[in-house]
């Protein structure tokens, strides 16, 4: 399989305060994993790209001090949210990849109040 | 650049109606093609997927045929069940000038099978 977690699955938190999401590859090793964000009734956005050991390449438009990814093993990988705000609430996606398989995360919900 | 375009939900069904989900794609190369499904609460699961021009996916009933001359990769099902409703998701992988393989989804379709 390609097992992936999240936690946690919803986050409440108020504005200016920081958020951390863990993305785990449960029966698998992910080389890659990615990071998305969903707003309602639109397509996952991928947000940036990180390679075990490596620093993350965001997309354009996904700033990089404020959504801080770290990729410290090859089955977990973190998503800092830092200083938040109402804008910031969204739902967020994590993916892992080894060479042959994807799996994706069943998602956190943020709200920032 | 590369997009996918997936026709608007919500898609209500009567329980054993025919499912079409319409979805286009833009791309500069040769992309694979997906269909996702997310249940409620849980994550994206991989349905079927087609690598080449002309590949049929196919898993659990659903079908989807990779067509480059129309570029369109529709999802079909001869007979749906209500444990089909879900959020569908069409979707393409090609790699970036880096070497990079990206996913880029389409905006879902909400399928909710009456019983």
């Known amino acids: 399989g390609a097992v992936v977690s999240q936690h946690p699955s919803w986050v409440i938190c108020k504005s200016g305060t920081s958020v951390k999401i863990e993305c785990r590859s449960l029966?698998?090793?992910?080389?890659?994993m990615f990071w998305y964000r969903q707003f309602p009734k639109q397509s996952l956005m991928l947000m940036a790209t990180?390679?075990?050991?490596?620093?993350?390449?965001?997309e354009q438009g996904v700033e990089k001090d404020k959504f801080l990814i770290n990729h410290a093993s090859l089955t977990l990988s973190t998503l800092t949210v830092t200083s938040a705000h109402p804008e910031d609430s969204s739902f967020y996606i994590c993916?892992?990849?080894?060479?042959?398989?994807?799996?994706f995360g069943p998602g956190t919900r943020l709200t920032v109040l | 650049g590369n997009s996918v375009t997936q026709m608007e939900g919500p898609v209500t069904l009567s329980e054993e109606a025919f499912l079409t989900i319409n979805c286009t794609y833009t791309?500069?190369?040769?992309?694979?093609l997906f269909w996702y499904v997310q249940y409620p609460g849980e994550g994206l699961q991989l349905l079927l997927k087609?690598?080449?021009?002309?590949d049929k996916g196919s898993n659990k009933g659903f079908e989807a045929t990779y067509r480059k001359e129309t570029t369109s990769f529709h999802l079909e099902k001869g007979s749906v069940q209500v444990s089909d409703s879900a959020v569908y998701f069409c979707?393409?992988?090609?790699?970036?000038?880096?070497?990079?393989?990206?996913?880029?989804f389409g905006t879902g379709t909400r399928l909710k099978v009456l019983a």
């Open positions: 029966d698998f090793q992910a080389t890659t």
């Open positions: 087609a690598t080449k021009a002309d």
């Open positions: 979707a393409l992988s090609d790699r970036n000038t880096s070497g990079t393989y990206k996913y880029i």
């Open positions: 990180s390679n075990e050991g490596s620093k993350a390449t965001y």
């Open positions: 791309a500069t190369g040769y992309p694979s």
């Open positions: 993916s892992a990849r080894d060479p042959g398989r994807t799996g």
